[in-house]
Nanobody, 119 residues
Framework: QVQLVESGGGLVQTGGSLRLSCAASGRTFSSYAMGWFRQAPGKEREFVAAINWSGGSTSYADSVQGRFTITRLYAKNTVYLQMNDLKPEDTAVYYC????????????WGQGTQVTVSS
């Protein structure tokens, strides 16, 4: 497994932007698919975005499509989530996750970073 540490959360106004980072330890980062999930108070954790091991394929939740972008930088073992045009409903704890490319479920998780969007 890999260890994941998120950063970049904070308080932003509606319409603002934030970039989340997730630093991964270990030499197998390049063979892992990476994802971002979020959990708002009183709600289930939900999928936000994912990127495959090569970076050639990405997927997004409908609610963030066109506003969020997931990328990865192999030289820094880091995956990013650029969030633009933020809305109050984006307020949540955001978690980074990783899974080996041949595995369906995400098995490694970070501790989470809080994103709060004020109206």
């Amino acid at each position: 497994q890999v260890q994941l540490v998120e950063s970049g959360g904070g308080l932003v106004q509606t319409g603002g932007s934030l970039r989340l980072s997730c630093a991964a330890s270990g030499r197998t980062f390049s063979s892992y698919a990476m994802g971002w999930f979020r959990q708002a108070p009183g709600k289930e954790r939900e999928f936000v975005a994912a990127i495959n091991w090569s970076g050639g394929s990405t997927s997004y939740a409908d609610s963030v499509q066109g506003r969020f972008t997931i990328t990865r930088l192999y030289a820094k073992n880091t995956v990013y989530l650029q969030m633009n045009d933020l809305k109050p409903e984006d307020t949540a704890v955001y978690y980074c996750a990783a899974r080996p490319s041949r595995v369906t479920d995400f098995g490694s998780w970070g501790q989470g970073t809080q994103v709060t969007v004020s109206s």
